[in-house]
């Protein structure tokens, strides 16, 4: 079955300290990856995608994503995080040419501490 | 320029009635989407029009169905509420890459 899990449910960092959530799939063939961003009671802003081609993804807001087709991987990096990051992220897989029918995963919840 | 504009924000039913939440695409976008985000879960996908024809669906029940209109804009009616139906309802927007969420409808059935 096709399917995303997001392993990390609630991650806490410091201003200024590296970031990465995880993001691992399940797909038949190698889908459209994304991740979004929600913050309280809004809807859903796109990070970035990932269609083909070079497996490093530059996003939005200094977020950046690899693709790892090894190990079904699309793990959203950040070198830096700000107090304005925290939020609720999300990462979404589609078939190929299919944008519209994502499979979100459950969600990891960033807080950020001064 | 707006982005996807959904009514009513808020809005509170008894089980067993009807809702219709309503969504205005992004101006230039012709494919609407809805989803159903429950509470601490990830979006769900319902269905999705283009040419005012659902063209996917979701494994949702019968109870949930839409419309498109000739101006793109989109309406999804979901009859004999459950309490399980409360949830954030997202519709998104698109034209060809370029794709839109709404801040979405927040349901919810007592």
């Known amino acids: 079955a096709q399917s995303v899990t997001q392993p990390d449910i609630h991650i806490t960092v410091s201003e200024g300290a590296s970031l990465e959530l995880r993001c691992n799939y399940s797909?038949?063939?190698?889908?459209?990856l994304f991740w979004y961003v929600q913050s309280p009671g809004q809807g859903l802003q796109l990070l970035l995608k990932?269609?083909?081609?070079?497996?490093l993804v530059q996003g939005i807001k200094g977020f950046e994503a690899e693709f790892k087709r090894s190990q079904s991987s699309f793990n959203l990096r950040k070198p830096s995080v700000h107090w304005s990051d925290a939020a609720e992220y999300f990462c979404?897989?589609?078939?190929?040419?299919?944008?519209?029918?994502?499979?979100f995963g459950t969600g990891t919840r960033l807080q950020v501490f001064p | 320029d707006a982005g996807v504009t959904q009514s009513p924000t808020h809005l509170i039913k008894t089980r067993g009635q009807q809702v219709t939440l309503r969504c205005s695409p992004k101006?230039?976008?012709?494919?609407v989407s809805w989803y159903q985000q429950a509470l601490g879960q990830g979006p769900q996908f319902i269905f999705q029009?283009?040419?005012?024809?659902?063209?996917q669906r979701g494994n949702f029940p019968d109870r949930f169905s839409g419309h498109q209109f000739p101006n793109y804009s989109s309406e999804l009616n979901v009859n004999a509420l459950l309490l399980g139906d409360s949830a954030l309802y997202l519709c998104?927007?698109?034209?060809?890459?370029?794709?839109?969420f709404g801040s979405g409808t927040r349901l919810t059935v007592v």
């Open positions: 101006s230039g976008h012709d494919t």
């Open positions: 979404a897989v589609g078939a190929p040419g299919n944008t519209d029918k994502l499979i």
């Open positions: 990932y269609f083909s081609g070079d497996t």
């Open positions: 797909y038949g063939a190698t889908p459209y």
């Open positions: 998104a927007s698109r034209r060809e890459t370029d794709s839109t």
């Open positions: 029009y283009y040419e005012e024809e659902e063209r």
